[in-house]
């Protein structure tokens, strides 16, 4: 079956510890990927795309995610995390063989420690 | 420039009964998109509206419905709710043909 799988449940960290948080996929042929982070009373909010071009993609906040195709992975990075940074992540993938519809994985939850 | 907005933002509701919620795109978009988000889970694509017509579904009963409007407005309708209908239901929205989707708070549903 086409699935979203994020593989850590929840994550805490240390104000400046590194963050990698991983996505994987099942669709098959050409997606288009995404990180969306969902702060705490807060609505989904896009931290980065890939549709194509440079797998190592930037995004907002010192984000940045790359594009492995032959591991059909799309793991998320910042190298030093802030408090600010405690937030839900969520992967999400549309696919032509989905229908362009936007699945997402189960979630993340990243808690940073002062 | 007015992102997606929801209403209400929060309600509660017996078994049985039914319930709407509404949602306005963010300007300049046509598509409303709605999903499903149960505690502890990512979101679950419900149905995608498009020129006022159902384009996508995903895995839900016919019990979850929508309508969009020629403003480009969108309800959702919810019959006979069940105790597993609580969740946090997004709305979101986009142009049609792009491909980054916007997303509004929410309507946070209690089925007691």
């Known amino acids: 079956a086409q699935s979203v799988s994020q593989h850590n449940h929840h994550v805490i960290l240390s104000e400046a510890a590194s963050l990698e948080l991983g996505c994987n996929y099942s669709?098959?042929?050409?997606?288009?990927l995404f990180w969306y982070v969902q702060y705490p009373g807060q609505h989904l909010q896009l931290l980065l795309k890939?549709?194509?071009?440079?797998?190592l993609v930037k995004g907002i906040k010192g984000f940045e995610a790359e594009f492995i195709k032959s591991k059909f992975s799309f793991n998320l990075r910042k190298p030093s995390v802030q408090w600010s940074d405690t937030a839900e992540y969520f992967c999400?993938?549309?696919?032509?063989?989905?229908?362009?519809?936007?699945?997402f994985g189960a979630g993340t939850t990243v808690t940073v420690r002062a | 420039d007015a992102g997606v907005t929801q209403s209400p933002t929060h309600l509660i509701k017996t078994r049985g009964q039914q319930v709407t919620l509404r949602c306005s795109p963010k300007s300049g978009h046509d598509t409303v998109s709605w999903y499903q988000q149960a505690l502890g889970q990512g979101p679950q694509f419900i149905f995608q509206y498009y020129e006022e017509e159902e384009r996508q579904r995903g895995n839900f009963p016919d019990r979850f419905s929508g309508h969009q409007f020629p403003n480009y407005s969108s309800e959702l309708n919810v019959n006979a709710l069940l105790l597993g209908d609580s969740a946090l239901y997004l709305c979101?929205?986009?142009?049609?043909?792009?491909?980054?989707?916007?997303f509004g708070e929410g309507s946070w549903l209690t089925v007691v």
């Open positions: 669709y098959g042929g050409t997606v288009n």
């Open positions: 979101a929205s986009s142009y049609q043909g792009g491909n980054t989707i916007y």
């Open positions: 890939y549709f194509s071009g440079d797998p």
């Open positions: 999400a993938v549309t696919s032509r063989s989905n229908d362009y519809k936007l699945s």
